[in-house]
């Protein structure tokens, strides 16, 4: 094994214990002060929670980083806004700031990486070739990052959901990064993964502590700073598709909601109960289940990412490789068939009221019992008759 791949699992380790090691003293400390979360209708955790175990998780990748990545301007600066963004998030997580300070904060914590070189001044697109931002770079690379910070913050919801999906975006990046000779990001994010899988150990349902809104920013905005150093700032066809593969699940999660609260206008920035672990608990799932099918979704989608750099469906001209490609192409069909089926799934929250109608229209007699007993069947064996 290469000494950097190494140094990139030494890094993941000790991020890993020293997370595992400091977040129960972070939710004992929390509780002390009474810094916990209550059940909501939103929610759905059933009991008071600690809150605060991002400060675990950022003790995690900031030992991880003073001793296995380069202090230069660059790691220095991400160090820093990571910083600065716990401590803007801790607070809100202590006493519920304004959101227009929480996004001050957010866009605060970017600009200092992005001030220091964390940006992406040009990229390629496919058939395009090469896209020069100019002067647009650094704005467009801050707009990019806080967007990736509020998807992760959004995927914050139910026991062991953001913790889980941040460590499996991370190792994908990881893998990618070294890919495209980008060792220190791919250290990072072996960092990410780390802290994330130790923070997880407790997180899990049920979660003796939750990492709050501080642990959540954090993690988006080292998911962010790694995307643009180990992926963005290069040439490959994966540097722009990886990232929005990688955090399909999350992006999508996202737009249902966000399309929801415009439709109902609602303000964007409000929680409410339509995330996809919401949609999922409503049609019957277990939080533990719920987790499982999101964690193999993501799984998937980040699988083809890498597969998208690592299978050599094409030569460096564009020519296709017949074999490969079709290998390449079942992986893509099965990903979209995979995401298109749960999204459907999903909208089964409709399905009981459908299923009334439906069955009472050719019975009125039909009861309250037959019609629970349709709606499990279905759920059960994955068989779902049209909804029309």
Same mark, same amino acid.
């Given at each position: 094994?290469?000494?950097?791949?190494?140094?990139?699992?030494?890094?993941?380790?000790?991020?890993?214990?020293?997370?595992?090691?400091?977040?129960p003293v972070v939710g004992r400390v929390a509780r002390h002060f009474g810094l916990l979360d209550e059940p909501r209708d939103r929610g759905?955790s059933q009991r008071m929670t600690p809150l605060l175990g991002g400060l675990a998780i950022f003790a995690g990748v900031v030992v991880a980083?003073?001793?296995?990545?380069?202090?230069?301007?660059?790691?220095?600066?991400?160090?820093?806004?990571?910083?600065?963004?716990?401590?803007?998030?801790?607070?809100?997580?202590?006493?519920?700031?304004?959101?227009?300070?929480?996004?001050?904060?957010?866009?605060?914590?970017v600009t200092v990486p992005v001030a220091n070189g964390v940006r992406v001044s040009d990229f390629t697109l496919p058939f395009v070739h090469? %896209?020069?931002? +100019? !002067?647009? #770079?650094?704005? @467009?690379?801050?707009?990019?990052?806080?967007? &990736? =910070?509020?998807?992760?913050?959004?995927?914050?919801?139910?026991?062991?959901?953001?913790?889980?999906?941040?460590?499996?975006?991370?190792?994908?990046?990881?893998?990618?990064?070294?890919?495209?000779?980008?060792?220190?990001?791919?250290?990072?994010?072996?960092?990410?993964?780390?802290?994330?899988?130790?923070?997880?150990?407790?997180?899990?349902?049920?979660?003796? %502590?939750?990492? +709050? !809104?501080? #642990?959540?920013? @954090?993690?988006?905005?080292?998911?962010?700073? &790694? =995307?643009?150093?180990?992926?963005?700032?290069?040439?490959?066809?994966?540097?722009?598709?990886?990232?929005?593969?990688?955090?399909?699940?999350?992006?999508?999660?996202?737009?249902?909601?966000?399309?929801?609260?415009?439709?109902?206008?609602?303000?964007?920035?409000?929680?409410?109960?339509?995330?996809?672990?919401?949609?999922?608990?409503?049609?019957?799932?277990?939080?533990?289940?719920?987790?499982?099918?999101?964690?193999?979704?993501?799984?998937?989608?980040?699988?083809?990412?890498?597969?998208?750099?690592?299978?050599?469906?094409?030569?460096?001209?564009?020519?296709?490789?017949?074999?490969?490609?079709?290998?390449?192409?079942?992986?893509?069909?099965?990903?979209?068939?995979?995401?298109?089926?749960?999204?459907?799934?999903?909208?089964?929250?409709?399905?009981?009221?459908?299923?009334?109608?439906?069955?009472?229209?050719?019975?009125?007699?039909?009861?309250?019992?037959?019609?629970?007993?349709?709606?499990?069947?279905?759920?059960?064996?994955?068989?779902?008759?049209?909804?029309?």
């Amino acid at each position: 094994m290469a000494s950097q791949e190494l140094d990139a699992l030494l890094a993941a380790a000790a991020a890993c214990a020293v997370t595992v090691a400091l977040t129960p003293v972070v939710g004992r400390v929390a509780r002390h002060f009474g810094l916990l979360d209550e059940p909501r209708d939103r929610g759905l955790s059933q009991r008071m929670t600690p809150l605060l175990g991002g400060l675990a998780i950022f003790a995690g990748v900031v030992v991880a980083m003073l001793v296995w990545l380069p202090m230069d301007a660059t790691y220095r600066s991400i160090l820093v806004g990571a910083t600065i963004i716990t401590l803007v998030w801790a607070t809100d997580d202590i006493i519920d700031l304004h959101p227009a300070l929480k996004l001050a904060g957010q866009v605060a914590a970017v600009t200092v990486p992005v001030a220091n070189g964390v940006r992406v001044s040009d990229f390629t697109l496919p058939f395009v070739h090469r %896209v020069d931002l +100019g !002067d647009l #770079g650094a704005p @467009l690379t801050i707009v990019g990052m806080v967007l &990736i =910070i509020n998807v992760v913050n959004f995927s914050d919801g139910v026991d062991g959901l953001a913790a889980g999906v941040c460590a499996i975006a991370a190792s994908s990046f990881a893998v990618i990064a070294f890919d495209l000779d980008k060792a220190d990001a791919a250290i990072l994010a072996a960092i990410i993964a780390g802290a994330a899988l130790g923070f997880l150990v407790h997180n899990f349902h049920p979660a003796s %502590v939750f990492m +709050g !809104d501080c #642990g959540s920013n @954090l993690l988006g905005l080292l998911l962010g700073a &790694i =995307i643009v150093e180990g992926s963005l700032k290069t040439n490959a066809l994966i540097a722009l598709i990886g990232p929005l593969v990688v955090l399909a699940v999350p992006f999508l999660d996202t737009c249902f909601v966000v399309a929801e609260r415009l439709k109902y206008r609602r303000p964007v920035y409000r929680g409410d109960s339509n995330h996809f672990h919401h949609r999922f608990h409503r049609i019957g799932f277990s939080q533990r289940r719920t987790v499982l099918y999101l964690y193999g979704w993501t799984l998937t989608m980040a699988g083809v990412a890498v597969a998208l750099r690592f299978i050599p469906y094409s030569d460096s001209g564009g020519n296709l490789h017949a074999g490969w490609a079709l290998l390449m192409g079942a992986l893509l069909l099965f990903a979209i068939g995979t995401s298109a089926y749960l999204v459907y799934v999903l909208e089964i929250v409709k399905l009981r009221r459908l299923r009334s109608w439906q069955l009472r229209r050719t019975d009125p007699d039909t009861s309250e019992h037959d019609i629970d007993a349709a709606v499990e069947q279905e759920l059960e064996t994955g068989e779902f008759t049209a909804l029309s």
